[in-house]
Nanobody
Framework: QVQLVESGGGSAQAGGSLRLSCAASGYSYSDSCMAWFRQAPGKEREGVATIDYDGTTTYADSVKGRFTISKDNTKNTLYLQMNSLKPKDTAKYYC??????????????????WGQGTQVTVSS
């Protein structure tokens, strides 16, 4: 059974940093496209960053230069380093996985597995 578990969320001041993690069981990151999404209250879930099996990354324009996605295949863990946080980054953050090779902000149903989410709250 595949399970993705996020951690590392919490509260931060504007300008601060947080690091999210997503640990997998029953699933290999080395052969997958992994992604971070977020959903703010009353808004649709949106893509934040993706990383493909070969390390290729994509970022939403709103987080470019501030967030960094990475993974450790030996630990089967995905990361999202979030710097220069802004109040508009407040949302619940989810990790997701799909087969490799077409690793972009695709419709949500094209991601096979999802974590339960971790809340990030940024205050001004």
């Amino acid at each position: 059974q595949v399970q993705l578990v996020e951690s590392g969320g919490g509260s931060a001041q504007a300008g601060g940093s947080l690091r999210l993690s997503c640990a997998a069981s029953g699933y290999s990151y080395s052969d997958s496209c992994m992604a971070w999404f977020r959903q703010a209250p009353g808004k649709e879930r949106e893509g934040v960053a993706t990383i493909d099996y070969d390390g290729t990354t994509t970022y939403a324009d709103s987080v470019k230069g501030r967030f960094t996605i990475s993974k450790d295949n030996t630990k089967n863990t995905l990361y999202l380093q979030m710097n220069s946080l802004k109040p508009k980054d407040t949302a619940k953050y989810y990790c997701a996985a799909r087969p490799p090779g077409y690793c972009y902000f695709l419709p949500l149903q094209l991601y096979n597995y999802w974590g339960q989410g971790t809340q990030v709250t940024v205050s001004s």
